[in-house]
Structure formats: structure tokens, C-alpha cells
């Protein structure tokens, strides 16, 4: 990142692989080195500038930024193969068109919510 001029680097210099990590044990290491860093405003002014840009353009982050964890609601150590919803609910994140696989996966849940919906609305139709 961008650091302002005639200051020292930041903690996060050089230790892409601790801060692009989504392993819980990484991001508290790279929490760990936000807290006290000298350029922590302008590290969540550069996450504000940049979290809406497009995915040509690198996407919106992910890893740790200024002690936050970006991009994932829990810590899976993998992303979702395609073909699943948290996969679709990933291409929608990053503002790109979901494939095929992903389309299908939403379609199947969004008929199971709407079997389970009228399931709930009318219970002697469903059995
Ligand atoms: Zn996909």
C-alpha cells in the first residue's frame, strides 16, 4: 500500500502472504501488527477508496485490512468451488456475472426456499 512520504514502512510491509491469508491464525498475526501501526488511517482510507472497485480493476480486497478481516463472513481456509452458493453469492461480491454452475446452484436454493416457504404456509399440501 501507499504510504505517506518520509515515514517509516508500515508492520504490513513485505508480509503480503500473512495479510492476503484468510487463515484465522494470519489474520490475528496481521491484526496484531495493525494495532499501533503509524499509518493506520490512511490504510482504512485506502480500503474506503478501494473496496467498491471493479473486478477488472483487482476487485474488491480481501485479507486483513487495517485489523479488519475483508471479503468472507467466517474463515474458510478455501473458497467455495463453483457450482455453490457461496460461490454465486462471490461472483455478485465481485460484481461479475456468475457462471453457469453458480446460476444453477442459486436457482436450485432459491426453488428450495420457495418449496420450503409454501411448505410452511400450507403443511397438508407438502405432504
Ligand atoms: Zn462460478
Given at each position: 500500500m501507499k504510504t505517506p512520504e518520509n515515514s517509516p514502512?508500515?508492520?504490513?510491509?513485505?508480509?503480503?502472504?500473512?495479510?492476503?491469508?484468510?487463515e484465522e491464525e494470519d489474520h490475528l498475526q496481521a491484526r496484531a501488527l495493525c494495532n499501533g501501526c503509524h499509518v493506520f488511517a490512511a490504510c482504512w482510507d485506502n480500503f474506503q477508496a478501494v473496496r467498491n472497485a471493479p473486478s477488472h480493476l483487482g476487485g474488491a480486497p480481501e485479507g486483513t485490512w487495517a485489523g479488519m478481516l475483508i471479503?468472507?463472513?467466517?474463515?474458510?481456509?478455501k473458497l467455495a468451488p463453483c457450482g455453490t452458493e457461496s460461490a454465486y453469492q462471490r461472483h455478485r461480491?465481485?460484481?461479475?456475472?456468475?457462471?453457469?454452475?453458480?446460476?444453477?446452484?442459486?436457482?436450485?436454493?432459491?426453488?428450495?426456499?420457495?418449496a420450503a416457504k409454501r411448505a410452511e404456509a400450507n403443511p397438508m399440501d407438502a405432504a
Open positions: 514502512p508500515p508492520p504490513c510491509a513485505g508480509q503480503h502472504e500473512l495479510f492476503d491469508s484468510r471479503g468472507t463472513a467466517k474463515l474458510p481456509s461480491y465481485n460484481r461479475e456475472d456468475a457462471c453457469e454452475d453458480c446460476l444453477q446452484a442459486h436457482r436450485d436454493i432459491v426453488r428450495q426456499r420457495a
